[in-house]
C-alpha cells in the first residue's frame, strides 16, 4: 500500500528565503507525482505535475524534483513572499489509481 | 472552461438525513476522484470513477456511502442516514487520461 510522507509538517521562514519541502512515497513504481497548494479553507491548486519518466518540473519560482528509485521528491521555492503562505500537498498515483496525498507542509512566510 | 464546480458549497443537515453532493468536472475530463479532508488532517481517497463505471471504491465506507458518475450530468456522492463524524469538507477533482488533476472548490458538509 503506497503511503506518502511529507517533512517538516510546519515551516516558517523569513521573506525572501529559499526552502525546501520533501516528500517521500513508499512504492517507487509511480505514474505521476503532483504538488498542490491550499489555502486555509480552500480547495487544492495544482502547482507542478512530473511525470514517471521525468526528473523535474520549473514553474517560475517553484521548481520540483523527482529520484523515483529513492522515493523522493523535493518542491524548491526560490525568495520566498508572504503570498506563499499556504499548505502544500504531494500526492503520487500509479498507472490505473488514483492520487494518494501526504498530510502537507504548512509553510508560513513573514515580512 | 469554468473549471471544476461543486455544489452546494456548503451543506448542513441534520442526523440521519440524506447528503448528496455534486460536481462537474472540467470539460474534456473523463475522470472523476471524490476525497474527504477532516480538519487537520490530510486528503483521503474515497472513489474513483468514470463514466458510468466504478473504477475504485476502496476508500469508501462500504455502508451508507455511494458514488456515481452517469452518462449525462455530474457525479454526485451520497450519504445516507448522516451521523456527526461524517461531518467534513468533500473534495472532488478531475482530470483526462493519464493527466494533471484539477479540484473543485469543496462541500463542507455539516451534520448537526
Known amino acids: 500500500k503506497q503511503e506518502v510522507t511529507q517533512i517538516p509538517a510546519a515551516l516558517s521562514v523569513p521573506e525572501g528565503e529559499n526552502l525546501v519541502l520533501n516528500c517521500s512515497f513508499t512504492d517507487s513504481a509511480i505514474y505521476n507525482l503532483q504538488w498542490f497548494r491550499q489555502d486555509p479553507g480552500k480547495g487544492l491548486t495544482s502547482l507542478l505535475l512530473i511525470q514517471s519518466s521525468q526528473r523535474e518540473q520549473t514553474s517560475g519560482r517553484l521548481n520540483a524534483s523527482l529520484d523515483k528509485s529513492s522515493g523522493r521528491s523535493t518542491l524548491y521555492i526560490a525568495a520566498s513572499q508572504p503570498g506563499d503562505s499556504a499548505t502544500y500537498l504531494c500526492a503520487v498515483n500509479q498507472a490505473g489509481t488514483a492520487l494518494i496525498f501526504g498530510k502537507g507542509t504548512t509553510l508560513s512566510v513573514s515580512s | 472552461n469554468a473549471g471544476v464546480m461543486q455544489n452546494p458549497r456548503h451543506l448542513v443537515r441534520r442526523r440521519g438525513q440524506e447528503a448528496r453532493l455534486r460536481c462537474s468536472p472540467m470539460?474534456?475530463?473523463?475522470?472523476v476522484y471524490w476525497y474527504r479532508q477532516l480538519p487537520e488532517e490530510g486528503l483521503k481517497f474515497m472513489v474513483y470513477?468514470?463514466?458510468?463505471?466504478?473504477?475504485?471504491e476502496s476508500g469508501m465506507p462500504k455502508e451508507r456511502f455511494s458514488a456515481e458518475f452517469p452518462k449525462e450530468g455530474p457525479s454526485i456522492l451520497r450519504i445516507q442516514q448522516v451521523v456527526r463524524g461524517d461531518s467534513a469538507a468533500y473534495f472532488c477533482?478531475?482530470?483526462?487520461?493519464?493527466?494533471?488533476?484539477?479540484f473543485g472548490s469543496g462541500t463542507r458538509l455539516t451534520v448537526v
Open positions: 477533482a478531475s482530470s483526462p487520461e493519464g493527466g494533471s488533476y484539477t
Open positions: 470513477l468514470q463514466k458510468e463505471n466504478i473504477i475504485d
Open positions: 470539460k474534456g475530463h473523463s475522470h
